[in-house]
């Protein structure tokens, strides 16, 4: 009779201790997915591609290729000048470079040296870029800008209100504002976040054997 109540016993603490970590497992879960909810409305994963944000991020090839950093961007950020950004490029496409200047500031690139003359101000200053690197950004007339007849135009570009001037940090391939203007605010995806561009050894790592985002679904272009 003893035996069979202490065997009872056993089985009962053995439940409990099963009913515990069951509890603990489920509430463990019930946290991260809480946590991937909340971090996923307001962050996405950025798979770099291409090489005009060169030093400061490198890019793969082509999307299903190896090789680019894995970054994160806080959809609901606001950006300002500095910040490396993602906007969409067309119907399904993004591209990342850096904000440079904003509505009313006016913007001009001589042979590589970056000037703003901000809004408000009746002068430019050049601006002190040390994410760009000399080799990327060649003192030539491709790093020049705008240009008339050949020749800089003094007077620089305009920025629209509503509106920011984008470069990459590799200013010898990238193709950016130069190109096609300065891009609507409204086609902000998202600023590129301090502690992913900190990190972002970790995180290419990590995405290199976990699928967080699918690099094609952004289409991130040079």
Partial sequence: MFSKVNESLYNRSDKSKLNIFLNVLIGLILVLLVFEIAFGATFSGIYVVKSSMRPTLIGAEEEYLPGGDYVYVNRHAEPTYGDIVVVYNGRNSTIIKRAIAFGGDYVKLDRGKLFIKYKGTNVFVEV???????????????????????????????????????????????????????????????????????????????????????????????
């Fill in 128 to 222: 002190e870029e040390s994410y760009v690197a000399a080799e990327n950004n060649v003192p030539t007339e491709k790093n020049s800008f705008p240009l008339v007849n050949g020749a800089l135009d003094e007077d620089g570009y305009r920025v629209a209100e509503g509106c920011f001037f984008l470069l990459g940090d590799n200013r010898n391939v990238s193709v950016d504002s130069r190109n096609s203007g300065a891009y609507a605010l409204s086609d902000l995806f998202g600023v590129v976040t301090e502690w992913s561009l900190k990190h972002k050894s970790f995180f290419t790592a990590l995405h290199q054997y976990f699928t967080f985002d699918l690099p094609e679904s952004l289409g991130i272009k040079r």
